[in-house]
């Protein structure tokens, strides 16, 4: 082939590749922009796993212990705010958590990812995309359409 037909093929490789690059990530970036400015802000340290989910570890637990996997029923309490601060969900008290089963589809992809890295007495702070809450449905009228949602929420027992 043709030397200068293979350099201009590469440069335009090249060049597809460069704008490609932009689109890759943000595809990566699940928070709408507004929201990831303002969790970037007030949350600097908070890690980010590879599906978007954000979380503080804001009590440390058992570290060596196991996590719960599953089909395991977990027991929490838990905060459920939208990133203004407005509570829309919450466990009673500590008399009364909350106990459900992983991987029923009975939780919004958030939970079902957190609890599953948490550890036995863990408490964190979850920063869940909107599209590992409640979507583009929302839960209306309390929770709007793509909303970024926050959780405190501390892991107090599973089991099978």
């Known amino acids: ?20 690059a932009a689109p890759l990530h943000a595809q990566r970036e699940k ?12 949350w600097p340290d908070a890690k980010r796993t590879y599906t978007g989910l954000r979380y503080l570890i804001l009590k440390p637990g058992d570290a060596k212990g196991p996590m719960p996997e599953k089909g395991m029923e977990v027991t929490v309490l ?19 958590p909350l106990k ?3 991987g029923r589809g009975n939780l919004i992809e958030g939970w079902e990812e957190a609890l599953q890295k948490m550890h036995k007495g863990e408490k964190w702070l979850l920063i869940v995309p909107p599209e590992m809450g409640y979507g ?10 793509d909303a970024t949602l ?6 107090i027992g599973f089991m099978k």
């Open 1 to 20: 082939m043709n030397t200068p037909v293979l350099r201009r093929l590469a440069y335009v490789l090249l060049a597809l590749l460069g704008l490609s």
């Open 31 to 42: 928070l709408p922009m507004e929201d990831l400015e303002f969790v970037e802000k007030k």
């Open 78 to 96: 838990y905060k459920g705010m939208l990133l203004d601060g407005t509570v829309f969900d919450e466990s009673p008290d500590a008399e009364h």
């Open 100 to 102: 459900m089963r992983i």
């Open 136 to 145: 583009a449905r929302g839960k209306l009228p309390t929770i709007k359409r």
């Open 150 to 155: 926050v959780f405190e929420m501390e892991l």
